[in-house]
């Protein structure tokens, strides 16, 4: 007798399922075994609740199943991933992760299969009991923040969660926009959180102003996006270099003034170079300002060149180097030790004139050195470019040779340019208080002298004049007024009085004391700089008169020619 058979016909059930976007499967559990050559992955649909406001059919997939078929394992088609992972709404989180699916979907192993029911406690839908999803990608920076319009500026991004690298176990595609343009070459380059990629070209309308970076995990809703953290930059522009004359030998501070340079900290590759000459030492200080410190130069006029990010502006013949200044004569040359005195100062290589705020103005300094001492020239001003300068000299004593210092350089000593600080002229007076001269001589020799003097006395003006005593003014000699100048190292000073007493007749004959004359002599001293005393300012000179006869002061000698008359004082 035959063994009777029963059907099964009770239809198996879902027990559970789960989603890992990370190995990018879905994972169906069952309570009895599944015959997978009746699989239909088109047959399932995934939905974002236990009633559906937004579903989607896969199309194709693959599967493997386990424990022994009561578990599925199903990998969707790309297309279907791609699709998953850019709907806002489904499968997002545990919370809009359900799955439905039709009778064709699945089937038990009986002889005549049973079709699986995707019902779960009545529900039309089945919750995903797991869902494994990689985070969203974060961002913390980006190097450089700024960058060339063209494009091709290479950036580096640090954050977290952008995967691991290529060819790793769960490799994600990292995509990098700005603006809405997508970068290229995105590669990560340490595992989670550093990676790198290339600008693209900027819109006109994005140049100048920072834009938006937005990073997106394998074409999905996983995305960050930051603002304000990147900024394309036109091509950079010049608008003056200061100063615009340095040293030939380099080493020149110098602050270029423009355009489009990048942030100061953290933006694109800055360099600026002077004929071909790379300024070292180089500071971004903001978008709109960089220094640096000029090369060794030829002296001539140089072009410069500022390249941010690859991109190169080139400014003709803006910078000048020059050799170290020359001086080569000052005007005046000498003052009172207690005044300041604006002086003019020529030579060579001082730079651009102070009006121009093209340079600093040079130093100028007086160095003394009997004691070594140095004097800072006030108010310096270049007044005509290279050549001559203007500033006032302080108070001081002595000789001093002066020294330029442009750029750092100071010009050599020229020992035929100084410059002299007097002191007080002195005392002067006569060397005695009474002169004679005879009447047969045509002056009068006095001598005058400066006593009580410093090293460094200044010069003076010495006045001689005459005036009348006994002597006849228009018969015994010529009123006149004499200057003499008594250099700063003239200590006496001899003069001549002129007089005409010979040319004289009188009425009688000349008796020798008895007509003698006497005019004064006066002596006024006006010292160049600062004081001086004259003592005994005044003197006497006596005019010597003839004898022509024989008298109480007169006596007669008879000669070969003659009788001769001599004044008894002098026999």
């Known amino acids: 007798m035959a063994d009777i058979f029963t059907p099964d016909t009770t239809p198996p059930y879902l027990i559970r399922f789960s ?40 199309t194709n997939g693959t599967w493997v199943a386990y424990n022994e078929s009561k578990v599925i394992i199903i990998v969707v088609s790309t297309m279907d991933w791609s699709y998953i992972k850019m709907h806002p709404s489904l499968a997002t ?77 769960g490799y994600r595609e990292v995509s990098v926009h700005l603006a809405g343009k997508l970068a290229y070459n995105t590669t990560v380059i340490q595992n989670n959180s550093v990676l790198t990629t290339y600008t693209p070209r900027a819109a006109v309308s994005t140049v100048g102003t920072p834009v938006t970076i937005r990073l997106t995990i394998d074409q999905s809703a996983l995305q960050v996006n930051v603002t304000g953290v990147f900024t394309y930059l036109a091509p950079p522009v010049f608008y ?5 004359v340095g040293t030939r030998y380099g080493r020149t501070n110098v602050t270029i003034y423009g355009e489009n340079f990048g942030p100061s900290m953290y933006g694109p590759v800055v360099t600026v170079s002077i004929s071909g000459g790379a300024c070292t030492d180089l500071t971004v200080v903001d978008n709109y300002t960089i220094t640096c410190v000029t090369p060794p ?8 060149n500022i390249t941010v990010d690859g991109v190169t502006t080139t400014v003709p013949v803006s910078f000048r180097s020059v050799s170290p200044p020359l001086v080569f004569s000052i005007s005046p040359d000498t003052t009172y030790r207690s005044h300041y005195t604006q002086v003019n100062i020529s030579g060579r290589n001082f730079g651009p004139t102070t009006e121009s705020e093209d340079a600093p103005v040079p130093l100028v300094t007086f160095y003394q050195s009997e004691d070594n001492t140095t004097l800072t020239c006030l108010n310096v001003s270049v007044i005509a470019n290279d050549t001559l300068l203007t500033c006032i000299v302080p108070p ?46 045509s002056t ?3 001598t005058v002298i400066r006593h009580n003097y410093k090293k460094y006395a200044a010069p003076a003006y010495v006045t001689i004049q ?48 008895e007509h003698d004359v006497s005019l004064y002599v006066r002596v006024d001293v006006t010292p160049v700089f600062g004081t001086s005393v004259i003592d005994r300012g005044e003197s006497s000179l006596t005019i010597k008169a003839i004898c022509q006869v024989l ?11 003659g009788v001769i008359y001599l004044r008894t004082d002098e026999v």
């Open 19 to 58: 989603l890992n976007f990370i190995t990018e499967e879905f994972t169906f559990e069952f309570n009895e075994p599944v015959e997978t050559n009746l699989v239909a992955v088109n047959q399932i649909t995934l939905q974002d609740g236990l009633t559906a406001r937004d579903s989607y059919t896969f």
């Open 396 to 441: 001081g004593l002595g000789f001093s040779t002066i020294i330029v210092t442009v750029d750092g350089f100071t010009s050599p000593v020229n020992s035929n340019v100084t410059f002299l600080h007097y002191d007080d002229a002195g005392s002067f007076s006569f060397t005695s208080d009474q002169y004679f001269v005879g009447e047969l001589f």
């Open 444 to 446: 009068g020799n006095l």
């Open 240 to 244: 003056r270099i200061y100063p615009t």
């Open 551 to 561: 008298s109480s002061f007169c006596v007669a000698d008879l000669t070969s020619i």
């Open 297 to 304: 130069l030829s002296p001539n006029s140089h072009d410069i």
């Open 93 to 169: 989180s545990i919370d809009d992760t359900y799955i439905t699916f039709s009778s064709s979907a699945f089937f038990d192993k009986a002889t005549t299969p049973n079709p699986i029911l995707p019902l779960l406690n009545t529900f039309n839908a089945t919750q995903a009991s797991s869902f494994v999803y990689y985070p969203a990608p974060e961002f913390s920076s980006v190097r450089p923040t700024a960058g060339r319009a063209i494009g091709g500026t290479k950036l580096t991004v640090v954050g977290d969660n952008f995967g691991p690298l290529l060819g790793y176990p």
């Open 466 to 513: 005459t005036y009348d005593d006994t002597a006849i003014h228009s018969a015994h000699y010529l009123n006149t007024t004499t200057t003499y100048l008594m250099d700063y190292n003239v200590f006496f000073l001899e003069f001549s009085v002129p007089i005409i007493a010979r040319d004289y007749q009188l009425a009688r004959l000349r008796m020798g004391v």
